[in-house]
């Protein structure tokens, strides 16, 4: 089992970035796939991306790709997410997860574990 706490949402202006983090304690981190995730009110859990194991492969949403940027460090035990030129609709709960699985996934269902997820705001 792992435990997922993420960090470093907040309130941004449109065109800004934020770094968001999600440290992990329990099982050895580097025996999971991790993912991003977001969910915005009213609407259902999104895939925003995911890294493999070792980092050295990724996945990304449409929505996202050119502006994030998800990296891992195993010896930190942390998963990082960089959020660059934001936008309005990039404002949600930012849910870090954990995939025991072999290869990467981008639904919500594949997870294993879930952090309690931090709010991203950009204003306009």
């Known amino acids: 089992q792992v435990q997922l706490v993420e960090s470093g949402g907040g309130l941004v202006q449109a065109g800004g970035s934020l770094r968001l983090s999600c440290a992990a304690s329990g099982r050895a981190f580097s025996v999971y796939n991790m993912g991003w995730f977001r969910q915005a009110p009213g609407k259902e859990r999104e895939f925003v991306a995911a890294a493999s194991r070792s980092g050295g492969s990724t996945l990304y949403a449409d929505s996202v790709k050119g502006r994030f940027t998800i990296s891992r460090d195993n010896a930190k035990n942390t998963v990082y997410l960089q959020m660059n030129s934001l936008k309005p609709e990039d404002t949600a709960v930012y849910y870090c997860?954990?995939?025991?699985?072999?290869?990467?996934?981008?639904?919500?269902?594949?997870?294993?574990?879930w952090g309690q997820g931090t709010q991203v705001t950009v204003s306009s």
């Open positions: 997860a954990a995939d025991s699985a072999i290869r990467l996934h981008t639904t919500v269902g594949a997870y294993d574990y």
